[in-house]
């Protein structure tokens, strides 16, 4: 069945020559950050991917259009995010509905891999992936992200998943799916606003290592994959601090009846708050360190070929 996809000239031309490409989701302009930080952090994150060597696609749904690269004037439609116009969160099963309708859709790490795959690009950088959820033995609540990457071929950069969630259990999951986890010069599973989780993870040296096992799982048939980089220290948070404020958006989150995909948004919006903002700088400076470390790994994947 067809299905129009927009890829802008440039990542296209890209994709044709075999140079490096690196993905960039929306859901966390639309919903993961404050205005105007997400705009700036948008606009920045694109910049470190092309100071690294490599093409940034921004990837959401413009008016029904599932596009990958985004221009200037949609990312900054979606990083306004007053309640009336904010785009909705799409993640893989609003994919349908959103094109369907018309609307604009802000992509989580499950929809942003299906439409960057569907495009041809390797490697996304994000901040953290949704995982399963402290309370997910009563709610069942488990990001698609993580059913995203135990079939989807995209190789995802990331600061572990957020700390909002049951790392162990996120981990476990990972590892039943199939799904490697490196980690960036470190054998510890980061956990987002801190560099330390006490999980191991497989430690990769440099960007060419990273490549070599990309291209082995990929040959073996495996999907996803994700490379796991700890957020830089001198924006991690105290993890006590953190902790104490996880605790409190979560029960915030409870005696609101918050719950589906409003939980993320919540928690994080909550935390910012809980912190004072120290939380919102972290995420921003790991978000651009990630974008730079998918950079070299683009373009060692393209050395490859
Ligand atoms: N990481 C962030 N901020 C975010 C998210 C990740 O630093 O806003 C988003 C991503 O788009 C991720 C989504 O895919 O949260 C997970 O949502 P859920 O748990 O509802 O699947
Ligand atoms: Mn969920």
Redesign the pocket.
Same mark, same amino acid.
């Given at each position: 069945m067809d299905l129009s996809l927009a890829i802008a000239p440039e990542v296209q031309e890209a994709l044709d020559t075999g140079r490096p490409v690196v993905a960039l989701?929306?859901?966390?302009i639309s919903?993961? &950050?404050p205005y105007p930080h997400n705009l700036e952090l948008a606009r920045a994150m694109e910049q470190d991917v092309r100071d690294g060597g490599a093409v940034p696609a921004t990837v959401g749904i413009v008016a029904g259009v599932p596009t990958v690269g985004m221009d200037a004037a949609a990312i900054e439609r979606f990083a306004r995010t007053d309640p009336l116009h904010r785009p909705s969160?799409v993640?893989r099963r609003d994919l349908g509905y959103v094109i369907a309708a018309g609307g604009d859709g802000?992509?989580?790490? !499950? !929809?942003?891999m299906a439409l960057a795959h569907l495009a041809g690009v390797q490697v996304f950088a994000?901040?953290?992936?949704? *995982?399963v959820?402290r309370g997910a033995r009563e709610n069942w $609540?488990?990001?698609? $992200?993580l059913t995203e990457l135990a079939r989807t071929p995209v190789l995802v950069v990331?600061?572990g998943a957020?700390a909002i @969630?049951d790392l162990p259990a996120t981990l476990e999951y990972l590892e039943t799916s199939g799904v490697p986890v490196l980690g960036w010069r470190t054998n510890e599973f980061p956990a987002?606003y801190s560099a330390s989780s006490g999980l191991p993870v497989a430690p990769a040296p440099d960007a060419a290592f990273v490549a070599r096992a990309w291209r082995a799982h990929r040959a073996l048939g495996g999907a996803g994959m994700l490379l796991t980089v700890p957020p830089p220290a001198e924006h991690a948070l105290d993890r006590a601090m953190t902790e104490a404020a996880i605790e409190c958006a979560l029960r915030r989150a409870q005696d609101e009846g918050i719950h *589906?995909?409003?939980?993320?948004?919540f928690l @994080?919006a909550a935390l910012a708050r809980e912190t004072g903002g120290e939380s919102v700088r972290a995420?921003i400076a @790991? &978000?651009r360190q990630n974008a730079r470390v998918a950079a070299q790994v683009a373009a060692a994947i393209a050395n490859l070929l």
């Open positions: 989701e929306s859901t966390v919903h993961g &950050l969160k993640s802000a992509t989580t790490v !499950a !929809a942003t994000t901040g953290g992936i949704g *995982g959820h $609540d488990v990001s698609a $992200d990331c600061a957020k @969630l987002f *589906g995909p409003a939980v993320t948004p @994080l995420n @790991l &978000l």
